[in-house]
Structures are given as C-alpha cells and as structure tokens.
C-alpha cells in the first residue's frame, strides 16, 4: 500500500532527523536550531574552516575519477519515490558487479521494485554484509534546482543530485570495495555479501524486512552489516569534534487515531504539540552511557561536557536537565510526535503519531502514560508493529574496533566511537532484531553547511570527501576481509 504524502511540516521533520545522520550541526543548541529552522549564521571562523575543506581539491578535474563518474552514473538513474524504478537501479548494480567477475541475483517484485544481492565467496561463510538501498526521496522542488535533480551534474567542488546522501554515495563506495576484492583474484579470509533491497523510504517492507522474513539462505550467511548512518560533526578537516559509528538507535511505533469528527483529532494533535507528551521520568539506557563515554567530553560547551559526563546526576536536577538541547534530553526520554490529521483511506480522518521508544522501554506502558485515555477519548486507534531491537551492536568486537581505525588513520587525532540515534532510524534495527551485529558507518568527511540540502532542492555533497572517503571505505573493507 503506497505510503501518504507527506506535507512540509512532516517532510521538514523527516528531513532534519536525516540531515542528523551527517551533520555536524547537534554540537550545541543553536547549532540545532540551524538544523531545524536553518536560521542561524556560522561564525567567521566557522566559515574559514568550512571554505577550506571544501575548496582544499581547488583545480581537479574531478570528472576524470572513475569513483566520481561511477557516482554520477548511478544518480542519473532515477530511483525516486513514491513509485520508485527500482529495476533500473538494481540493473546498474548489476552490470558493474558482473564486469569484476561476481555474479548479481536480482529479485524483481510487483511494481518495478527490486532487490539484489551478490556473493564474493571467502573461507568464511559468514559474509560481511555491504547494505544499501536502491530507492531515494522524491526529487521534490520543481523550478528550485540549479542543476536536473538526476543529471549528477559538477559545479565547483560539488555535485548535486537526488540521493547522493540517501545513500548512492555509500553505495559506490561499497561497489567499490567488492569489486576490488573480485579483481584481485585473491580468495579473501572472509565471505562478502553487496546487498541493495527495496523501498527503505517506504519502511523496508519490500527491501530489508521481507529479505530477513524470505530469504533465510541469505540470512544464514550474515555475520555483520555495515549501512548507512554513520554520523561526522565537523566544520573543518582540521577541526572535527566526533566521528561517530552508529550501534544503537531508538524502536518506533505507529498508532493512528481515527475520527469522523476531523475537529476532534485536530484537538488532540494540536494537545500532544503544545503540551510536549514527552516521557515525565528520563531514563539511562545502557546504550547511551556507552554512546555518553566517548562523546561527552567532545562537547565545545563545558557545561554540556560536565552535563553528559554524569547524566545521572543530571537527570536529579529538572533545572539542569531543561538546558540540555532537544537531541540530548531525546536520549534519555520516550517521546511522541503528531503528523497533521488526514483524510482516512477508509473514511473520516486519521491522525498519524510516531512514538519513539528507548531500547528498554515497554511499548504498552509508554503509549498508556504518553496517550492516555483521558486524552483520546471519542477516537479509535490501531497500533502498528514495534519496529526495533533492543539490543545494540557490540562495541569492542574486531570489526567495530576495524571501522575505529579506518578512521583514526586517516584523520589522526580524531575522536571516534559509537554513536546512539535517538532520532533518525535505518535499516540496522531489523538486522539487529535478527540478532545480527549492524553499523551505520559513513566514511565521508563533511562540513557543517554540505548537508543542509539533504533530500532538498540542490542536494550536493563535496567531491573531495566523497573521493578521500570511498578511498577509505575499499581499504576498510580489503582491511577486513583478507
């Protein structure tokens, strides 16, 4: 069933949890308030960092790289939403894993949708799982693109196109990486599976979920995923704050409320805004004092230093707690978030709200404190799937300790570890719900303003982060598979 429109008050939301996949911009609370309303200047050193790491490739004809070329490629095929050509892009996988000698399985569904896989068998039957997905947000913006939202076209030190955050960039430097395996004609250690599914944008119905619930002969052989979300908060190549792996993230539910009274669901949406049904008694998830730390003490603020240090103590104290940004009190609470009431397929209205949940929490009790009767009294509801794990990915494995290092060579100094979404959700937590370790890694060293076009007009990433991070992604991944 094809997803609703979202409106702009819904996509701004959407957009801004991804842009936090990326962005460097939840270092302090105006940097956040950037993030959402895009409003506030960077400082005149801000900016000095910024101009250098995106003009420090000056005069390279960057369309002359093949990495560069390939990516263009691959963003002129138009995979985007809501009724996204799947088999075109799956086609393109295709057709460059079987010029390196590997062999695609391409898996065709209804309605041009698709997903396709491809081994480079190694001693080791479990593979290390290269995940992508094939579809992309809608090139939305008619009139506003300085450039064809598919053309991949060059201007400077950037190229534009829809999806080369989200995620067509990650998805030629993991065809990358197998294909140099492949042409090297060495036999590695260690199995690799290029996985790209369908629909990510929809809910991974089609794509990852129906891969972990179909295919149990791919299943079987998943020792560990590395995907997008993979976090980078920077203003310079000189000056970057925290490298973060993703390993952990928020579960999310659905529950619709449904009334033939449009003005009553009204009320409750516009309650659940200006009340802020946020979870009265924060908690500390395990995983967040792991995310807490490392990160803690790279905060540009003391106090949120001194704050996040001890978030126990600083969850005892209201007055502390209420200065902490929205994405750090959003790390230790359950939170509720109303879209705007629609019309129901089915007749009346509805009113979609996402509840966001803490690894641990108990999805019952959380609805019944956040949405108590009292509260939705004279509508009916459904409650979807709780869509999650609870369980994060370790922390101290070889393979997380390898993403660790991939970095700190090549940004010495640099501060890396393991980063909790507490916002944003990938396609992690389905494989983590199989049990199966998974890792949002983004090998791309970006500055504060490069991801503010994310699923925007003029989407564009800096060609010299993208070349400097495919680069890593294929010695990473020949790292680990040898």
Known sequence: ??????????????????????????????????????AHPATPAEIRGIEKLQHSWDGVDFISLPEVQLLRDYIAVDTSEPDANEVLGAEFLAGKLAAAGIEPHIERLAGNRANLWAFVEGDDPRAIVLANHIDVEPAQGAGKWKFPPFAGAIDGPWMYGRGIYDMKSVTIAQLLAITDIAKSGRRPKRSILFLATSGEELGSETGTRWILRGHPELVARMGIVLTEGGVVEASAADDIKYWGIEFAQKRFTQVTYCSADRARLQGLHDALRENNYLDPTPSISPAVTTFLGHYARTRGLGSFQKWLANPAKTLRNRRTFDQLTPFMKALFRNEVVPFNVEPDPEGGYQLRVFVHLLPEADRDSVIAQLLPQSLTVGTTFRIGEDLGSRNASPVDSADFLALQNSIESAYPGTTVGPYFLPWAATDSRFFRAAG?????????????????????????????????GAAIYRQLIADMAK
Request: charged share 15%; proline share 8%.
């Open 1 to 38: 069933m094809p997803k609703p429109a979202l409106t702009a008050a819904e996509r701004l939301v959407r957009n801004s949890a991804r842009a936090a996949l990326y962005s460097s911009l939840l270092i302090t609370g105006l940097l956040l308030k950037v993030l959402l309303m895009v």
């Open 436 to 468: 199966i370790p998974s890792y949002g890694f983004s090998p791309f060293l970006l500055a504060v303003t490069d991801t503010m076009s994310i699923a925007r007009a003029n989407e564009r990433m800096p060609l010299p982060g993208f070349v400097d």
